[in-house]
Each structure stands twice: as C-alpha cells, then as structure tokens.
C-alpha cells in the first residue's frame, strides 16, 4: 500500500515534450516539502480522480471550456490550481484572456500561478477578482531551462554550424484536418463566447494560412543558399508532417526532427529561425541568433502576432534578409533582439535553479487541505468505471473515424477522428518508470537534493508517485 497522512499534489501534464522536465523539477520540490506528488498525462488521472485522495490539483490551463471538468474535480473534493503551459506568452487582446480565462473558472479555482508580471496584469485588466487568488511566482518550464543553460556542454552531435527552424501553423496545417484547430479554439472558449470573440481569435488563423506556404519556399531558401549549414526541420507536435518530409527529402542538408525535447537542439544549435514560436524566448534567454520570418501582412493580421517573439527575434521580412541575418549574426548588429525578461518570467534572473517551483511549493503550503486516504490498487484504479469508459469512448471515435473514412458512412464529418490516437501519441506518448528514474537521477545533483531521499512508485500506466523517504513514518 502506499503512504498517507500527507498532502496530495495532482501534476496532469497534456504534452510531455513540453512541460515533463519542468513539472518533475516541481515534484521534487514539492516532495521534498512533504507532499505526495502524483505526476502523468492529465487523460491518465483526470477519469481516476474520483478514486484518488482528496488533494490539490494542478491543470495546466482552467480554459472557460473546461469549467465543468473544474467542477466535477472539485465535486470530488479536490482543490484546484493551476499555471497555464501558454503563460510565458501572454494572448493578445482581451479576447486571448477570455480565451485562457473566465469568471467562472477563476472563482472555480483555489490558487492560480502565473509566469510574471505581464500576465497576471494582463488577466487583471478583464478580471481583477484575480487579486484574489492569482499569484506571480515564474514557471517550473524556466525552471528548467535555469537548468539546462546551467549545466549545457555542447555535444559533438552537430559539428557543423546548425540552424534549428521551428514552424508553428497549427491552423494552416494541422495533422488531423483544417477545423481542428478552430474546433479547439471554440471549445476551450466555453458556451458564453460571441461572435466577435471569434472574429478576433480567428484572425491568427488568417495570418497563418498567408505565412505557411511562404515559410516553406523560405526552408527550401535557405537550404539552397547555405548549404554549409546542417539545418534541423522541426515541425509543432499538431502539425502534419508530410508537406516538410518532402522538403526535407528533397534538400540533403535538412534533417528532419518531430520528437525529443526541443530545449537541448536549441542548446546545439547556432541559428533559431521561426514565425511566432514561443520556443524563440527559450532561444533568446540561451543566447543564440533568433530570426523571425514576418512578410508585410495587413495591420490588424500583424497585430496578432506576439510582442514578445517579436522582440525576442531579429525580424525580416524577405528571404534575403533572413540569409543576411544568418551570416551576420543579428545579435552583433543595430538590430539585436530586446527583450526584458524579467517582465515575463518572474525572478528570470535568480541563480537558483529551483526559485519557481519554490515559489509555487510556497503557495501549495497554504492550501488547507483535508486529505488522509491511501492510493487505491492498481487494479481498482484500472477497472474503475471512469476509466473504462474513457477507453471505450476513446476506441468508439477512433473507429467511428475510419469507418467514415473508408465508407464514407457520416459523409466525411468524423474522418479527422481516425487520427485520434496519433495526435494523443504526439502530445503525450508512453512515460517509462526508467525515463523518469534517469531525470531524477540528472536533477538532484544540480539542485542539491540527494536522489536517495526520494521514492518513485508506479502506480498505473503513465502515472507515478514521487514521495519525501526522509520524513516518512
């Protein structure tokens, strides 16, 4: 049986690729403050929560889409947090708020963390009931990235100069169809979104459909016109990657790359090219040569695109002009990135590794929390009947899916839902109880914990415990 009498942490991560390392830093944190940490993919704890220990619950959004999954996780009398993956680059407007945020889910929610001051000011100036319970402490991600510039040594993996390109035209090119996209935008929007709410959100569409087919001939470019560089093809985890294999096909010195954790070939790489990316502030904070491709659109188009990337990024805005930042190296000229940080990510500029997972640890610690029950079986926890029924629902849309991709039988609505469980795989794939034990086994020694002091326990597929050895009774 596993341990009780101590506080239960929910750590529901949605992509792995993004927010693993980060989150675990959290855990350690957190176990080493007492707590029972139970980490792994939200789709694997959220139908077993009913069954788990009353304890604190930490989303990775509180979308106004996702109010009545709030609900019932508080109905099972958990408490709810949350630090939104998308923090570090604040939405644009009061439309990219009501997208992330509502009322409701705010008054829903126990203690929300944010990046920085930038966000949270920005949620305050449509909800100021965040004065409440909003908290600005920094993000365990920039915990990691503390980390890795750290302890980086560059490998020999890349011998010649790299340029790494990052595209991210999730709506113009998306793995499972064009109204995927939207689809997601106006679910995680809840009921309550207008028209024009969508009009505004919907223009980052627009712009992504002139860009896409520009930034391909741009990649060819580049290949064309420098091929003393190795260059790293990096498609978002939700695009398809078919139209940069044939790129990448036809141009020797592209690789393309769809899986591993982008943080360490940033590290490897001279050159980080991209068009909106959030991965360019990463880049940016690591000190490389930034670029971002943005051709003349409309105002209200240009509008769309963050701030923050752009200020992060040398920007041009032709082919040539990006070839020319390369060979010049932008971070030596007039027209150096500027950014500040701190404005950001809170305490960006703390050398200890831990400050933002300390930070929230510290939050975490005044939640009153009533929960003293052990960790059901594992067999309860797989035969439970939310979890049965998530995976039979999950196998009937798959199936739905290709019986109307290959018969036609619902004229073409739910083909896209054939592509079901290889989206699910590109967001969170397996997590092996070996990968976790080998981070943990890199992590202590750089934040100063004894790795020893800590037990990782399988609890189910894709769900672990990370518990406090010293203090255990």
């Keep these: 049986m596993l341990p009780a009498n101590k506080k239960y942490l929910y750590i529901t991560l949605e992509i792995f690729n993004r927010e693993l390392n980060g989150m675990l830093l959290l855990s350690l944190a957190a176990a080493k403050n007492d707590w029972n940490v139970v980490l792994g ?20 959004s509180i979308v106004p889409g996702e109010i009545d999954t709030q609900k019932k996780i508080a109905s099972y009398g958990h408490k709810i947090s949350s630090i939104d993956a998308e923090g570090l680059i604040p939405s ?17 929610s126990d203690l929300l963390f944010f990046w920085g001051e930038d966000q ?21 991600i920039f915990d990691y990235w503390r980390y890795l510039k750290k302890s980086f040594k560059k490998s020999n993996i890349n011998k010649n100069k790299t340029i790494l390109i990052a595209t991210s035209f999730p709506y113009a090119n998306h793995i499972m169809d064009s109204q995927q996209p939207y689809n997601a935008v106006r679910h995680a929007s809840g009921k309550n979104a207008s028209q024009s709410h969508f009009d505004e959100l919907f223009l980052d569409g627009e712009l992504q459909e002139i860009i896409y087919p520009q930034f391909r001939d741009l990649v060819r470019y580049i290949a064309e016109n420098l091929p ?25 010195n592209i690789e393309l790359q769809f899986s591993g954790q982008i943080s360490d070939v940033i590290l490897n790489s001279d050159v980080f090219i991209h068009f909106n990316s959030t991965a360019s502030i990463e880049a940016n904070y690591y000190n490389k040569n930034v670029i971002t491709f943005v051709p003349e659109v409309k105002e209200e188009l240009f509008n769309r695109i963050s701030k923050y990337t752009l200020e992060a990024s040398t920007v041009c805005t032709t082919f040539n002009e990006v070839v020319n930042s390369i060979n010049n190296d932008s971070r030596l000229t007039k027209l150096s990135p500027d950014i500040r940080l701190e404005d950001i990510i809170n305490n960006s500029e703390s050398k200890n590794i ?34 049965v029924k998530t995976i039979l629902r999950n196998r009937i849309v798959w199936f739905v899916g290709w019986l109307d991709y290959l018969f036609n039988v619902f004229s073409g609505k739910y083909t896209s839902k054939r592509n079901y469980y290889k989206y699910g795989k590109v967001k969170q794939g397996a997590l092996p109880k070996k990968e976790l034990e080998n981070k943990i086994h890199k992590l202590c020694p750089a934040i100063g914990f004894n790795e020893n002091n800590f037990k990782l326990t399988k609890i189910k597929s894709g769900m672990f415990l990370i518990e406090n050895n010293v203090n255990k009774k």
């Design 228 to 252: 003393e560089y190795k260059i790293i093809l990096r498609p978002h985890p939700t695009e398809n990657i078919k139209p940069w294999k044939k790129i990448a096909g036809n141009n020797k």
């Design 120 to 140: 949270f000011n920005q949620v305050k100036s449509v909800f100021p009931s965040i004065v409440k319970n909003g908290l600005v402490t920094g993000s365990p």
């Design 41 to 60: 993919g939200k789709t694997t704890i959220f139908p077993v929560l009913n069954k788990l220990p009353k304890g604190v619950v930490l989303l990775k």
């Design 354 to 387: 831990l400050a933002s997972s300390e930070a929230i640890v510290a939050g975490l610690n005044e939640i009153d929390i009533d929960g003293t029950d052990k960790v059901p079986s594992r067999i309860k926890l797989i035969f439970s009947f939310s979890a």
């Design 92 to 108: 644009n407007g009061d439309s990219g708020v009501n997208l992330r945020y509502s009322g409701e889910t705010i008054e829903n």
